[in-house]
């Protein structure tokens, strides 16, 4: 049975997903964009739902995360909290608008509360943002970090392969986890580092940590929906695991449905008025 379909559906907190982590169950989570994949993907019962600055690659076909807007986010973190029922909603703030200015950071953060009705932000980095995050977790709105391979900064890596995999990377990586749970984040991601290290950073802090290409020993997993359900399909590093190949399914409806129109099939007597 679907979530939607229970009488008494109860919101997800970072109170919850702090109780989850203390008695060892997994968290869920997976990203969306639009109203009509949110309600799925809520239907289906996973706790946390991502506006991920991934729309500016999945939805609007850039090839990184950079050229996506505030207003962007905003439209799409609008859609998808219309549609979600029971998860706990978080979304990115984009490129530009926190990194180095956390009087900039807040106003963002603030407008993506305000404007979308989401439940808290996620921002990328560690030290170097530490004024901006302290700076929105002191207007009350929940923080989620995100460490390891950060796609806002690709073109300081120069490329989208494992990160941390050296001591001092590594080293840098448990002490800015440390620094963001003291500041007050309530969650943190970590991108496609080794599993040893994630399992690490999960004893290490108390709060729970998402992990993408980050092994099993962290507290929850993250996919982008659009790359687990097989629609984007150039996409395939090893830690994603396809659950549906919905592209060949689309394909073979669009498919069948230019040849009933050119055979004179569709509309049928019953399907016309
Ligand atoms: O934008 C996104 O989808 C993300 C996930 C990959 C964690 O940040």
Known sequence: MSIHQSS????????????????????????AYDFSMAGIVDAGGVDIILVGDSASNVMAGHETTLPITLDQMIYHAT???????????????????????????????????????AHAVKVEGGAEIRESVVRILSAGVPVMGHLGLTPQSIYKFGTYTVRAK???????????????????CFSLVLEKIPASLAKKVAEKV???????????DVDGQVLVVHDMMGITQEFKPRFLRQYADLRTQML????????????????????SY
């Open 79 to 117: 859609s998808v909290v219309r549609a979600v029922k029971r998860a706990f909603v978080v979304v990115d703030i984009p490129f530009g608008s926190y990194q180095g200015n956390s009087s900039e950071a807040l106003r963002s953060a603030i407008r993506i509360m305000k404007e979308s009705g």
């Open 8 to 31: 008494n559906i109860k919101r997800i907190t970072t109170h919850t997903l702090q109780e989850m982590k203390n008695r060892g169950e997994k968290i869920s989570m997976l990203t």
């Open 206 to 216: 108390s709060i729970p940590v998402i992990g993408i290409g980050a092994g099993p």
């Open 166 to 184: 050296e001591d001092a990377e590594a080293q840098k990586l448990i002490e800015d986890a440390k620094l963001l749970e003291e500041c007050g």
């Open 252 to 271: 073979k409806a669009v498919e069948d449905y230019i040849d009933d129109v050119k055979s004179r099939d569709f509309p049928n007597e019953k399907e």
